[in-house]
């Protein structure tokens, strides 16, 4: 339940090592719910090392720990250079003669933070080093997307209920909520959108809006602002207006009306988050008007309030059955330029749907005159829910690296994806990201243990995009589990490869969508008889006799010419199988089964390799886990390695179901050396 704020009394070297630093708390005299908040987390922290808390004082003393702000009597100005609105330093020094340890920031946001920095600094390394930390977020919106029905269903949540209590609300406050929060804002999370995208009218109602206030006010004092799904459809399920159509008066009149009332509820609330015609969402199309019409409509009813539209770009088409990889960029594209400037464009990672491996989405880098959010699924959907162990830092680091005009950038900086977002790369505005959270009411918030890495690497890296995966993996695994090098090595060393271990067994080689129908676990590569054509996982994989996988050159017979959306440089190695990252190969080709690939062997060969290798790679995971048994408390031991157990018998499920059924179809023999079917 602690997740990686976990605060264990410390070895008694280590806390003689920081009793003589935490001696006491000082504070600016000027208090603020945020402050307060700062000063809890300190106290909390400490206190559950040392076994007594600081208390709070307003006199600089010796091994106090002071939270400074430039107004702070004897503060240095250099500390505070840079920080902007959210940014610390965390530093030893002398303060009016004394010896301090000083958490500096211009704001009690940046205090906030800057004391989660610090206490996160000797979690990780036992008070070893004098504290010496400085960091400012690179993106703006740090948020986390719930998929929470309002009967407290979570769509694709393997955790449990939804955390909140929406009978309860407003009323009564679960502890959870503050313990969300200061998880949050533990790692800069700055914002919750708290309903699911297929939204309800019901969240829009007065009732909803007091319930959706209270937890506003929860959340406030750890920096997060909360936000709304709507239904494009709402004023007129709500029989307030007799259509829909953004251009209709009464219908912005609604929205406008509507906004001034979430507002007098809660005066920071952030905006709306829009899925809109897709997957039989109503949306502006349903009147013949276009995403921007629609966006800028409700942009316009929240812009006096400061709020901004997140508007997804995760459509694809119902009528026209080309390929649905490249139906985003169709649609949007064109719009480039038309939404209004408190609109931004919410895109998933890659075009498809959150498979274990995509390539990135084709419109980071092709709306140079729109904001893109990226939004990725920290729940594990297409990953094997929360039994299998798949950290998804290097999933997430992929994404962001990925140099989108390859060979351009050269001598000057790649134009990577992060760079999309920090709006260094066209239209100059900072965005962020939105993670779709793994988040219920289990014990352990996640449904895994190590579940909770997910939720931790995509507020790290929301911070920093370029934090680095591993160094991710290693201070979540010291703070949740041990900061015995065999741990921190081995925990993350199995976080590391557990990614690719998963695509090996599910997807490999850029096969994808080929998952069972609806629940997406398990595979299903055989189903072919679903209403629509692009949800059989025949459409993803293609294979027949002669081959398998998707052309989408723009040149091969039948080619859906999706490589095509990507810019010339980076177009120009996926449309040719030879200079295609093997990893994506069949993504973007249909290739004969005695195809070379790289190690030299067939691709029929390769294929069976890499589902054996999968399989292998989840052993070697239980091999390590269990060597970390003496290291571990029973309990979270014991769990994983029941995980790990089923993952291993679904790995060989994916391996021996999907051989068998490419054989099926290839009529090919098992490849000399590969293992029988078990
Ligand atoms: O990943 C898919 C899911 C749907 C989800 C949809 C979306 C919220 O299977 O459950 O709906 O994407 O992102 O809108």
Same mark, same amino acid.
């Given at each position: 339940y602690d997740l990686w704020l976990r605060y264990r009394a410390l070895p008694a070297a280590e806390a003689a090592r920081l009793a003589p630093h935490a001696r006491a708390i000082v504070a600016p005299a000027t208090t603020s719910p945020m402050l307060d908040a700062a000063i809890g987390e300190l106290q909390r922290g400490v206190g559950g090392w040392l076994g007594t808390a600081p208390a709070r004082t307003d006199e600089v003393r010796a091994g106090a720990i002071v939270l400074a702000m430039p107004a702070t009597r004897g503060a240095t100005a250099a500390w505070f *250079?840079?920080?902007?609105?959210e940014g610390y330093r965390v530093l030893r020094t002398r303060l009016e003669g004394q010896s301090v340890t000083v958490i500096a920031a211009n704001t009690d946001r940046g205090l906030l933070y800057g004391s989660f920095a610090y206490l996160r600094g000797i979690a990780t390394d036992g008070a070893q080093k004098a504290p010496d930390l400085r960091s400012t977020p690179r993106l703006p919106l740090r948020l986390l997307n719930h998929w929470d029905?309002?009967? $407290? #269903?979570?769509?694709?949540? +393997?955790?449990?209920?939804?955390?909140?209590h929406w009978w309860n609300l407003p009323d009564i406050l679960d502890q959870r909520y503050t313990d969300y929060a200061r998880a949050n804002a533990s790692l800069g999370i700055n914002g919750a959108v708290l309903n699911n995208v297929n939204a309800k009218p019901d969240i829009l109602t007065a009732p909803f809006i007091a319930k959706a206030a209270a937890l506003a006010n929860v959340l406030r004092p750890y920096g997060i602002k909360v936000y709304l799904s709507v239904r494009w459809s709402t004023p007129l399920e709500l029989k307030a207006t007799a259509t829909a159509d953004p251009l209709d008066p009464a219908v912005a009149a609604w929205w406008r009306a509507k906004s001034d009332e979430l507002y007098a509820a809660i005066p920071d609330f952030g905006g709306f988050l829009v899925k809109a015609n897709s997957e039989g969402q109503p949306g502006p199309h349903d009147y013949h008007r276009s995403h921007a019409e629609g966006a800028n409509m409700l942009a316009r009813a929240v812009a006096p309030h400061g709020g901004i539209v997140m508007w997804r770009a995760f459509v694809y088409s119902e009528d026209k059955p080309t390929d649905r990889a490249r139906q985003a960029f169709d649609q949007f594209t064109p719009l480039d330029g038309q939404f209004d400037k408190n609109v931004i464009v919410q895109v998933k990672n890659?075009?498809? *749907?959150?498979? !274990?491996r995509e390539p990135v989405h084709p419109l980071f880098g092709a709306m140079p005159r729109t904001p893109l959010l990226m939004e990725f699924q920290i729940t594990k959907e297409y990953l094997g829910f929360s039994t299998h162990l798949a950290y998804l830092g290097t999933m997430f680091e992929e994404t962001l690296r990925t140099d989108l005009r390859p060979g351009i950038g050269a001598g000057g900086q790649a134009a990577t994806v992060t760079r999309v977002l920090d709006g260094t790369l066209d239209h100059g505005q900072a965005t962020g990201m939105a993670g779709v959270a793994n988040i219920g009411t289990d014990r352990n918030w996640s449904g895994s243990h190590f579940d909770q890495a997910n939720w931790y690497v995509f507020g790290r890296l929301a911070w920093? !995009?370029?934090?680095g995966a591993e160094a991710i993996a290693r201070e979540w695994a010291a703070q949740t589990f041990s900061r015995a090098p065999r741990v921190v090595d081995t925990v993350s060393a199995m976080m590391m490869a557990s990614r690719e271990a998963v695509v090996d067994y599910m997807t490999p080689l850029g096969l994808h969508h080929v998952m069972g129908t609806g629940h997406h676990h398990g595979p299903a590569p055989w189903v072919d008889n679903l209403a629509r054509p692009d949800w059989n996982p025949v459409y993803y994989h293609r294979a027949d006799k002669a081959g398998i996988g998707? *052309? $989408?050159?723009? #040149?091969?017979?039948?080619?859906?010419?999706?490589?095509?959306? +990507?810019?010339p440089a980076l177009a120009r190695l996926y449309e040719d199988p030879a200079s295609t990252p093997e990893n994506l190969l069949l993504w973007f080709h249909h290739l004969p089964w005695t195809y070379t690939t790289r190690s030299g062997r067939p691709l029929w060969d390769e294929l069976v390799h890499r589902y054996d290798a999968g399989v292998t790679a989840v052993a070697a995971m239980q091999k390590q886990w269990d060597s970390l048994a003496p290291y571990i408390d029973p309990q979270r031991h014991a769990d994983t390695a029941q995980r790990l157990k089923v993952q291993h018998r679904e790995a060989l499920w994916w391996r021996d179901a999907s051989i068998a059924y490419f054989q099926s179809i290839n009529g090919l023999p098992l490849p000399a050396g590969a293992r029988a079917p078990a």
């Open positions: *250079d840079g920080l902007g609105q029905d309002l009967n $407290r #269903h979570v769509e694709r949540g +393997y955790a449990g209920a939804s955390i909140w890659g075009p498809i *749907d959150f498979q !274990p920093n !995009p370029e934090a998707f *052309d $989408r050159t723009a #040149h091969g017979k039948g080619g859906s010419g999706s490589a095509g959306q +990507y810019a």
